[in-house]
Nanobody
């Protein structure tokens, strides 16, 4: 059974940093694509960053150069390092996973962790 539990959200001033963590179970021994999504009030959920089953990483344009995604060696914790945060980064951040490549529908989701950036 796959479980994803996010932590590390909070309130920070613009320009600050946060590191989100996603503790995973059930994904370590299979090829999975892992990713971070966010959803701001009144907006659709959007992908922020992902790491493919071959280890390659992709950072979406709005956060490129400020955010990075990584995993620990055991591949049971996913991180999102967020630097130079902006008020527009305010959103609920979700960890997600799917078997195989990053193409297609994401299957597993965490409950989310709130990030609030004040100006």
């Amino acid at each position: 059974q796959v479980q994803l539990v996010e932590s590390g959200g909070g309130s920070v001033q613009a320009g600050g940093s946060l590191r989100l963590s996603c503790a995973t179970s059930g994904v370590s021994y299979n090829p999975y694509c892992m990713g971070w999504f966010r959803q701001a009030p009144g907006k659709v959920r959007e992908v922020v960053a992902r790491v493919d089953s071959d280890g390659s990483t992709f950072i979406e344009e709005p956060v490129k150069g400020r955010f990075s995604i990584s995993q620990n060696n055991a591949k049971n914790t996913l991180y999102l390092q967020m630097n130079t945060l902006k008020p527009e980064d305010t959103a609920m951040y979700y960890c997600a996973a799917k078997r195989g490549s990053c193409v297609g529908t994401w299957t597993y989701w965490g409950q989310g962790t709130q990030v609030t950036v004040s100006s």
